[in-house]
């Protein structure tokens, strides 16, 4: 803070300026943000806006209908039979296979179990897991919360890292800075997250020469602590997942933010800006990047939808007991009550998270949807 | 399944046109806003890994496995399964049959140094003299963890429910179908009459379960034992706690009447990949590692050097094999698949065998960690281990092997071997994709088949059971864990074994069915002397080794590995070498010794937290300065 970042008076004049030149500008959000700054009947807009949103619902319930359909033949194309999975190298009689087989209900026909399926997941009924013998909603619910925060924490942290240092590196474009963390992004975006995983266990959680462990090796908890000391002790087996998500994860949003906020710096509004004598901070900051957010919304909603679906490779080297990790041991089974529930449980998110993205962008940019 | 790949990434409309017009306006003095509300967030979410790297200083409690505050000694086993069921009528996998082998009690145990059966929760146990009706006498002297005396009823009500297929049969009754009858007449005497006699009654693994606890459960079928903590047992440990996909703590049962374990706490603790597990084990947060199903040579060797760890490399359970399709068929003959007929004859299979450079594959596949194959049961099953005899053996002989393809009509065209009707002799061979040793071997058996003038094609499939169930192979690599009691794996080469409907799964492993061997089977399932039973097991797998159907390579070993600053003895099955993770009883964990010193993570941790204070200090100066020059640098713009 500067000695002029006390002063009251300067923070509001601040403001003012910066809202007047907001009003002015061209092609700036503000005016069109929203109906208030537009000509014309506003029960128009509206109508217009709610058809947009019910076709976008419209759109989105078409697919979850695809998803059950597809969730339900589609893993029934892996080939094996799960009963001898599950049985495999143990010793059982026919009998027990059969059994079994009845039990899941294999031996019906492929229609008749189809149809079975279809009532039941309308009704929130997932079947029960060959497996674990519990029911798939139980599973689910069980690993979603590992899931949430491992994931949910890396998001947070990359999209915000991405958006900040695209923006950066944007406004700087062609300088040493913008060129090291590009090129950071890129090799860390490139490399897989097990191996980094692995590395970053044997450098910081095993330590390495004068480095000491730092880190747990794996999983969500030691498992003796309760209250608070509980919350450090997850917080603390969380650093090295959380890092290696972030570290392969930042670069997108980055590379997104950077090329929109590049297509936005020639924009005519910006020299108006500069014209009116504003700071190149808020040039960049109240002018240039909420036009140039948008892509970088679309990118953020679709990562939001896929933080539910966990991250299988980096849950498996870290041991983190997520929905990533049981999808796979469903998966080897297959286990299909349990991989049908997951697929459909991951491609909602995703669905929903779309279709959110595209009601709020009429809101964000009127352009959309018109 | 994943609508991401391994990196999340996904794809995304990005525009290409890039503006490079640098702008460096000169901009009237303002004072700075307030930075944008996300890097407010960023910097929380940053203070918070901070916060959470920092707290390692604060607890330093979970990185030992043992010698806590406390003084309880801990052993941490890391294992990469994950448990399917805790309840003892549905868990099947090996983590969770392991669980119930500490927690309850089995009417027998096998001896650690040659597995004979000893008592367990029976102290005896004999036939009536019509071979049906066996007597068990049941330990007075087991308590069950609530206190309550543990019976013969609680047995009979355990192998009741079984019968009853009320959704209990998963697990365990193979071990019922022959039972007529199970009663306990009196506290110490469990009777159980059969319909046929069994001699393998000496050996029901059937987990126990306590009936006054377990007839108030409402449908067992749904029940997974995984709610209510301390679980009721009696065996030499108590299920404490249990995490899905994390941990399984057991604690010591003080009052085990064979004697109390030596560790206070015993935790399964769940690492899903092999490497993390290893890393783990070098840094002492866990203080043994069971390969999955073996360490890795690699992993093997990098753990040799270290100090305090030792590797444990013993005879396994397994063997490792190759089955011939003996022309896939169903109980009632209606044959199906399409196996190559050439395997019909006994020549080119024996042929095959003699081709098979057996000691090759151990030093050059094992890497050592093996042990070469010859009788179908592991040698570590003393009892009815079984060698060829000199003339019987089919060592490495390619000569005879061409012999013998010569006289089956099988000559040599070129450079390829042709029946009478002029085809060549080629042959495809299932692969498990998912190990890497059948890759490895299938390299091998094309090179030594394809000098013979065999080709072969090896066929590598994430799931063999497809084709294998449907006869649609010719070869196929093939593995069993062998347990004390050998009934089992004797009787999936059986005709009963066989799919009742084509292409149906049923127990059979590779569609064998044979007079001899089948009446050798029954014989030795009704034979009640130990040895006379052995030499009956023995004649079954010479008969075995003969038909060529199943060739054993090797008899992997298991490759573990412990700290010994944290483990100072333990018992391996067969005690003079031999594993320690799923054995065929609890002897490993219940006879482990703790070390007498602390773990060698203990002096590491501390330190650590002064290096990890240091290290975070240096990182938030150095930031801290970066931050500063660079505010200096844009001063410029600033002004």
């Keep these: ?370 | 399944m994943d609508t991401q790949d391994q990196h999340g990434r996904t794809r995304t409309r990005t525009r290409t046109r890039t503006t490079r017009t640098r702008t460096r306006t000169r901009t009237r003095p303002t004072r700075l806003h307030p930075r944008l509300p996300f890097l407010a967030a960023a910097a929380a979410a940053a203070a918070f890994t901070l916060t959470a790297a920092l707290a390692t200083p604060l607890n330093p409690a979970p990185q030992q496995a043992e010698a806590k505050d406390d003084g309880k000694k801990t052993l941490t086993v890391a294992v990469a399964q994950s448990v399917d069921s805790l309840s003892p009528f549905v868990a099947q996998r090996l983590l969770s049959t392991s669980v119930h082998r500490l927690t309850y009690e089995y009417l027998t145990n096998y001896d650690p140094k040659d597995n004979h059966a000893v008592p367990a929760f029976a102290t005896k146990w004999e036939s009536s003299a019509d071979k049906l009706t066996w007597t068990y006498t049941i330990r007075s002297n087991s308590k069950w963890s609530d206190g309550k005396k543990a019976t013969a009823e609680d047995a009979a009500w355990t192998f009741n429910k079984i019968m009853s297929k009320e959704g209990t049969a998963t697990a365990n009754s193979n071990f019922v179908t022959n039972f007529k009858k199970v009663t306990a007449p009196t506290p110490t005497k469990l009777v159980i009459e059969l319909k046929k006699p069994q001699s393998t009654m000496a050996a029901l693994d059937v987990p126990i379960v306590p009936k006054h606890v377990w007839e108030k459960v409402d449908d067992i079928s749904k029940f997974n034992n995984d709610k209510d903590f301390p679980v009721v047992g009696n065996g030499p440990f108590v299920l404490s706690e249990f995490k899905v996909d994390q941990y399984v703590k057991l604690r010591a049962n003080k009052n085990f009447w064979r004697g109390a374990p030596k560790f206070d706490e015993l935790v399964f603790k769940t690492y899903k990949d092999q490497d993390a597990a290893v890393a783990a084990l070098r840094k002492g947060e866990v203080s043994f590692v069971a390969g999955q199903p073996a360490l890795t040579p690699a992993q093997a060797n990098g753990l040799k050097g270290e100090p305090d760890i030792k590797v444990n490399n013993g005879p396994g359970r397994r063997f490792f094999a190759l089955a011939t399709n003996p022309g896939a068929r169903t109980r009632d003959g209606k044959k199906f698949g399409d196996g190559h007929p050439a395997l019909l004859d006994k020549r080119v299979r024996q042929a095959l065998f003699l081709s098979v450079d057996r000691k090759a594959i151990v030093d050059k596949v094992f890497q050592g960690n093996a042990v070469e194959g010859a009788g179908y049961i592991p040698p570590r099953f003393s009892e009815y281990s079984w060698k060829p005899s000199a003339d019987q053996e089919l060592g490495y002989d390619p000569q005879r092997a061409a012999k013998l393809l010569d006289e089956a009509g099988y000559r040599k065209k070129g450079s390829k071997r042709v029946g009478k009707d002029g085809k060549p002799l080629d042959f495809r061979i299932l692969c498990h994709a998912t190990d890497p040793n059948d890759k490895a071997v299938g390299k091998y058996l094309k090179e030594w088949w394809g000098d013979l003038g065999i080709g072969l094609k090896v066929n590598c499939l994430d799931d063999v059971s497809v084709p294998w169930y449907a006869g649609e192979y010719d070869l196929a690599f093939d593995g069993w864990s062998v347990n004390p009691d050998p009934d089992f794996v004797l009787g999936i080469h059986t005709c009963a074994a066989l799919p009742e409907k084509a292409k149906e799964s049923a127990a059979t492993d590779n569609f064998i069915c044979d007079n001899k061997y089948d009446e050798l089977y029954e014989k030795q399932l009704a034979e009640y002397d130990p040895a006379k039973r052995a030499a009956l097991v023995k004649q079954m797998e010479s008969w075995l080794y003969d038909s060529g159907y199943m060739n054993v390579i090797a008899y992997p070993n298991a490759v573990e590995a412990y700290r010994t600053d944290q483990i100072k003895s333990i018992t391996t099955m067969p005690s003079a070498a031999g594993n320690i993770y799923g054995q065929d009883g609890y002897w490993s964990w219940w006879s482990a010794v703790p070390a007498s010193g602390k773990g060698s993570s203990d002096g590491g941790s501390s330190t650590g937290v002064i290096i990890g204070i240091a290290v975070a200090a240096v990182v938030l100066a150095g930031g801290g300065a970066l931050f500063a020059m660079r505010r200096r640098s844009t001063a410029d713009d600033r002004e």
């Design chain 1, 1 to 370: 803070m500067t000695a002029a970042g006390n002063n009251p008076a300067a923070i509001l004049a601040a403001e003012a300026e910066a809202a007047r030149a907001d009003r002015g500008a061209p092609d700036g959000p503000a005016e069109q943000a929203g109906p208030r700054g537009r000509r014309g009947p506003r029960a128009r807009d509206t109508t217009a806006y709610l058809q947009y949103v019910a076709g976008k619902l419209g759109g989105a319930l078409v697919s979850m209908f695809a998803v059950l359909v597809t969730s339900f033949f589609l893993f029934r194309l892996i080939p094996g039979d799960p009963v001898k999975q599950m049985t495999g190298g143990r010793r059982v009689s026919s009998e027990q296979l059969a059994a079994m087989r009845t039990e899941f209900g294999l031996d019906q026909p492929v229609w008749q179990q189809f149809t079975d399926y279809c009532g039941n997941v309308l009704t929130g009924d997932f079947g029960t897991s060959y497996q674990f013998h519990a029911p798939v909603l139980d599973k689910i619910t069980e690993a979603l919360p590992a899931t949430l925060w491992l994931t949910g924490t890396a998001y947070i942290l990359y999209t915000l890292i991405g958006i900040w240092l695209g923006t950066r590196t944007a406004w700087r474009n062609g300088r040493l800075g913008d060129r090291f963390h590009t090129g950071l992004a890129l090799t860390l975006y490139s490399v897989p997250s097990f191996w980094l995983g692995l590395l970053l266990i044997i450098t910081f959680s095993v330590g390495m020469g004068p480095l000491p462990g730092l880190f747990p090796t794996g999983g969500m908890e030691s498992g003796d602590e309760s209250g608070f000391a509980y919350v450090v002790d997850v917080a603390h087996h969380m650093v090295l997942p959380v890092l290696t998500l972030v570290a392969v994860g930042y670069a997108q949003t980055l590379l997104v933010m950077r090329s929109s906020l590049l297509d936005e710096m020639g924009g005519d509004y910006l020299t108006t800006a500069r014209a009116k004598g504003l700071r190149d901070d808020l040039v960049r900051r109240r002018h240039a990047v909420p036009n140039a957010l948008l892509p970088t919304v679309t990118l953020m909603f679709v990562n939001l939808g896929t933080v539910v679906a966990g991250a299988i490779l980096v849950e498996t080297v870290f041991s983190w007991p997520g929905l990533g990790g049981l999808f796979y041991q469903a998966l080897s089974v297959p286990d299909l009550p349990l991989v049908q529930g997951l697929f459909f449980v991951f491609a909602t998110a995703v669905i929903l998270m779309n279709t959110v993205a595209d009601v709020i962008y009429p809101l964000l940019d009127p352009r959309v949807g018109r």
